[in-house]
């Protein structure tokens, strides 16, 4: 079954490998089919807040984001979705991925009330979700956030700001974390369900280097009703963590749909690009950059792979490996677009051509969700230094 799937987009060799179970094999060739088929809309980005949402809209007509509403969690399916979307274009994974991130939360904490009201729109692409954590004075040191949640007579008050946040201006509703408590540090801090038409909630938008819907968002004495916080009082440290965490793995398989687009682009421009009576594939070093591409692709697949896998199975280690493939993925991803767009020379470096565009839109997977220090720093603290053989930390 899996020789018929393209294998541009996933590599069938480890597709076949035992992390992987049957619906996961026929999802990939389901997923390759459907995004041929939509390639063109996949691709758009001339007008990014638009595109993204008829995105979102053909995601959700086509049933990919149906999970959100009562699906089991699968985290080998949701890093192949990425992965093929990341492979068409940035916006289809970017539509895809913050949807997935804004109703995760809500999936894992919200009330039965707060489910049925947002995730049937969420799993049908008719409502448009965003997940804000970060503020400029708190972006890796998440207990830092101080975007200020009072307590009111009907409810909660929200004052400050929010940065970074992805689908900013489109959301329909963005899952805040606030401090609603003196702390100390993480301790103080709430999740809130924030429509995105609420009264005393501004977006400034934020022009980036891979053009997306994308801003800051300012709370100036932004009234909530009770029912918007989110799972417990004081338990807004453990949402935002628990969603990182399981989400990191998945941005890896992103960077491996990028970089995979770059090296087939790469491969086919010097199989037929004449050289010194040759072709550019015919020259060593050329083929070398290969060499080393292939291995960095196989690599960090089979540690998205692991990463899934274990989440899948409850595995008490999938904080760290997903951490790890996080970090491995995004750097190496970064590496191979690099080298593609050397294997290209001039004609890599076009505004708007698919390396420029690759070369630009890989960068950011580096530093969100957690930065590649950040992770470091996540696989650090899982190592006993007094471990005897591997995998005992
Ligand atoms: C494209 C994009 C989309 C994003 N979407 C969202 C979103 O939807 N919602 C949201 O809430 N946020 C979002 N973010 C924000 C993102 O999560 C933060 O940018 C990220 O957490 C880093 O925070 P920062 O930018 O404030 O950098 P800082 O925290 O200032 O870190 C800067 C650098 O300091 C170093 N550093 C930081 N901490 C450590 C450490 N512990 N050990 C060693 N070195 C360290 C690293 O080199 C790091 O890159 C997005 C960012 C981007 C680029």
Redesign the pocket.
């Known amino acids: 079954m899996t020789a018929t799937i393209s294998p541009s987009t996933f590599d069938t060799r480890i597709l076949s490998l035992p992390l992987y179970e049957d619906h996961h094999r026929e999802l990939a060739q389901r997923l390759v089919t459907w995004c041929a088929e939509h390639q063109d809309l996949l691709a758009a980005a001339g007008q990014p807040e638009a595109d993204g949402l008829r995105i979102l809209h053909a995601l959700g007509d086509a049933g990919w984001l149906a999970f959100l509403d009562g699906g089991p969690d699968d985290y080998r399916a949701l890093c192949l979705a990425r992965e093929a979307l990341a492979y068409r274009g940035d916006l289809a994974d970017y539509a895809f991925s913050?949807q997935a991130?804004a109703a995760t939360p809500i999936r894992r904490f919200g009330t039965d009330d707060q489910r049925r009201r947002y995730l049937p729109g969420l799993a049908a692409g008719t409502l448009c979700g965003?997940?804000?954590?970060?503020e400029?004075s708190?972006?890796?040191?998440v207990a830092a956030i101080s975007l200020d949640a009072r307590e009111t007579e009907t409810g909660w008050m929200l004052n400050g700001g929010?940065?970074?946040?992805?689908?900013a201006g489109v959301a329909d509703v963005y899952t805040v974390i606030a401090r609603t408590g003196p702390g100390p540090g993480a301790f103080g801090l709430s999740a809130f369900l924030v429509p995105g038409t609420t009264p005393g909630l501004r977006v400034e938008p934020v022009p980036?280097i891979?053009p997306?819907a994308?801003g800051h968002l300012v709370f100036d004495d932004c009234a909530l009703p009770r029912e918007a916080l989110l799972g417990r009082r004081g338990g807004g440290f453990p949402v935002a963590m628990e969603v990182l965490d399981r989400f990191r793995m998945t941005v890896g398989a992103a960077a491996l749909g990028f970089a995979r687009r770059a090296a087939d682009a790469a491969l086919a421009r010097a199989r037929d690009r004449p050289m010194l009576g040759g072709k550019l594939f015919d020259l060593p070093t050329v083929r070398a950059a290969f060499a080393d591409m292939e291995v960095k692709l196989d690599a960090a697949a089979l540690l998205v792979a692991r990463s899934a896998w274990e989440i899948d199975h409850g595995g008490p280690r999938y904080a760290r490996d997903s951490a790890v493939a996080k970090l491995y993925a995004t750097e190496v991803a970064q590496e191979v677009v690099d080298s593609a767009v050397q294997i290209f020379g001039a004609a890599g470096l076009v505004r708007d051509s698919l390396l420029e565009r690759l070369y630009r839109q890989i960068r950011?997977l580096r530093?969100?969700?957690?930065?590649?220090?950040?992770q470091?720093?996540v696989i650090a603290s899982a190592i006993d230094p007094h471990r005897t053989h591997r995998g005992a930390s």
């Open positions: 913050i991130l965003a997940f804000a954590v970060s400029e708190a972006g890796s040191d929010k940065a970074w946040v992805a689908n980036m891979a997306r994308f950011s530093i969100y969700e957690g930065s590649s220090e950040v470091q720093a």
